[in-house]
């Protein structure tokens, strides 16, 4: 038998794993006190779907605002939010500035997420038992080495049915 998957994305999800989510920061700035966040830009790389979407859901969950006072533990704050939305693979802080004002770049790549998974050919089993043996759903996170994973337990579900010589295309 073959068995062909049809996987869509989409960029936006809800909460879905956030495996290796990478937090980094250039900055070099611990404690200022005084100093004015003079811009706060948020750049989104290799990203599904609208930019502006991204770029408003970013902007939302950091903390510091332009014109305010610079603040070490809401850039913290900012650095965690984005990484616990789980929505970021990517995410890495550029700073700039003097002793008076800092220059803030957030540069983010979001997680490409399954969107829909549809299946051709399951006879004589029934899609959904095809689904139920498969470890991705719709809405985990897009990831080659666990898509490519799914043939293997789609053609062990059809040998333990009887079916020794099953094809299975991702």
Known sequence: YKIVLLIL???FSLLFSADGTSVSDSSGFNSTGDRVVQSIGVTVQNYPGDEA???TMARNLIL?????IYS???LISSLDALAGSRKFKSIQLDSSGDAHSLS???NL???LILRKISIKGSFPLFKSEVLKAMSISTGSVYDRELLNRQVSLIKDLYY???FIETKVVI
Do not use: I, K
């Open 9 to 11: 994305f989409t960029g």
């Open 53 to 55: 979407r991204w770029e």
């Open 64 to 68: 510091l605002r332009e014109g305010g």
């Open 72 to 74: 070490s533990q809401q």
């Open 104 to 106: 803030l770049t957030f």
């Open 109 to 111: 790549e979001p997680y």
């Open 160 to 162: 333990r049915e009887g």
